[in-house]
């Protein structure tokens, strides 16, 4: 069958001035996507303050509950892929409301586990339904902003992510001294309540909700495809891998969730200790997703107002920078006094870049292409992540100091650093 060739289409020009109650709705879109992603790590990144408890119960080692987490990072990884693209062709609102109920399901028969299988096969399946929720979140914000918006609007999207893991480092923390089963079981009631607000608020895009849709945009990656033929499977990919720097991007997010997972599941193991029931440090690993919250909306701005829709320069001054403050976290000791201001600025730091990150994929790609585009970056985040989670658990054990999770992430985010340096973006 013949490609339909479409001329190189001319510079979009300003889209129309959209009426008040059109930017009423489109924040509520974007507050409820918020929302409902607000819960979805309680699903996910509580497995850190488990690994003392199941290592103890379960007689696991920390390698071993390392490649539990892997398995997990993986299969989201796989998802990733699939559901982006699923997203682009079906739309975001039923898959991400499915993929919070079915993750709710797989936490609780994690929690009755009696065994390494018992641990790592549910956690994988959980890593495949909770993938169901950034992509599709993410086609649905881009049908409603556009370009000179995106930064800062998944700097509030990511901001959202980042606060996920401050709820979950609370909940898990509070509900540890109950045992580790429980840490799977009570932080993602709030996930039923996320996805029932989500499914009864949102709407997939401005044409539901009585608006004129947005129009599309111009972009480098699929301009011999006809602008309004469907595409298939294939070359939805295609597009992706066609684009050069949108590839560098992927590697570059790669080692920054490799060193963000890194900090996510092993510093709870850090400042729990061996009396992990009755810490008092266990406080202090809040202070990680705090930063990270807070240095998502940071980066997103900054991409937008400073660099004037140029992604990858704050992405590379955030990644060095976190690279120093993890260098210094490695000689502190747990109970130091400037641990809870490095490990927040380290937390800042490193997870601040991905506001910026995820709107390289519209930008890159275009707005029909977000949803593949997020799943296909996302793919790669994972895949690196998950290479982490086994490394930073043999490295402990051979070294027996958690201590030793900080140069990992530091080596980690400077390889990121380099690799972004390659990408380049038309400015807005």
Request: hydrophobic share 50%; aromatic share 14%; with cysteine.
């Amino acid at each position: 069958m013949k490609t339909e060739i479409a001329p190189t289409p001319p510079p979009l020009a300003s889209p129309e001035p959209q009426p008040e109650s059109f930017g009423k709705a489109r924040v509520a879109t974007l507050l409820t996507v918020m929302f409902c992603y607000l819960f979805y790590y309680t699903g996910r990144q509580n497995f850190g303050f488990a690994i003392p408890g199941m290592q103890e119960e379960l007689g696991l080692t920390k390698a071993q509950l390392g490649w539990c987490g892997a398995a997990m990072l993986w299969s989201y990884a796989i998802g990733q892929a699939i559901n982006g693209q699923l997203a682009d062709r079906f739309g975001g609102k039923s898959l991400m409301t499915l993929g919070g109920l079915l993750s709710f399901v797989m936490n609780w028969i994690t929690s009755f586990a009696g065994g390494l299988a018992g641990v790592m096969v549910p956690w994988a399946g959980n890593g495949l339904v909770q993938s169901m929720g950034w992509a599709p979140g993410s086609r649905i914000i881009s049908n409603w902003w556009d370009r000179s918006h995106r930064g800062r609007v998944y700097g509030w999207y990511t901001f959202a992510a980042g606060m996920s893991s401050v709820l979950t480092f609370l909940m898990a923390a509070t509900v540890v001294g109950h045992g580790w089963r429980w840490i799977f079981r009570a932080p993602v009631v709030l996930m039923l309540l996320g996805c029932i607000v989500f499914w009864l608020v949102v709407r997939e895009k401005p044409s539901k909700a009585g608006f004129p849709d947005l129009p599309e945009e111009a972009d480098t990656a699929r301009q011999d495809f006809h602008p309004e033929r469907p595409l298939t499977w294939w070359e939805r990919y295609r597009c992706g891998f066609a684009c050069v720097p949108f590839l560098f991007g992927c590697a570059a997010i790669g080692f920054q969730n490799l060193a963000r997972y890194g900090l996510l599941v092993w510093v709870p193991v850090h400042f729990l200790g061996d009396h992990w029931k009755e810490s008092s440090q266990k406080w202090i690993a809040v202070a990680l997703p705090v930063g990270m919250a807070l240095g998502a909306v940071s980066a997103g701005w900054i991409s937008d107002r400073v660099f004037r829709g140029s992604r990858s320069a704050p992405v590379i001054i955030f990644l060095l920078a976190a690279a120093v403050c993890a260098s210094g976290m490695a000689f502190l000791d747990r109970s130091s006094a400037l641990a809870i201001p490095l490990l927040f600025l380290t937390g800042f730091f490193v997870y601040g870049p991905q506001s910026a990150f995820w709107a390289l994929c519209p930008d890159l790609l275009g707005k029909r292409l977000a949803g593949t585009g997020t799943g296909m970056m996302n793919f790669f985040a994972y895949l690196f992540a998950g290479l982490g989670e086994p490394l930073v658990g043999s490295l402990i054990e051979r070294n027996h100091s958690t201590h030793m999770v900080f140069p990992v992430v530091a080596v980690a985010c400077t390889a990121g650093a380099i690799l972004m340096s390659f990408v380049r973006t038309s400015r807005a």
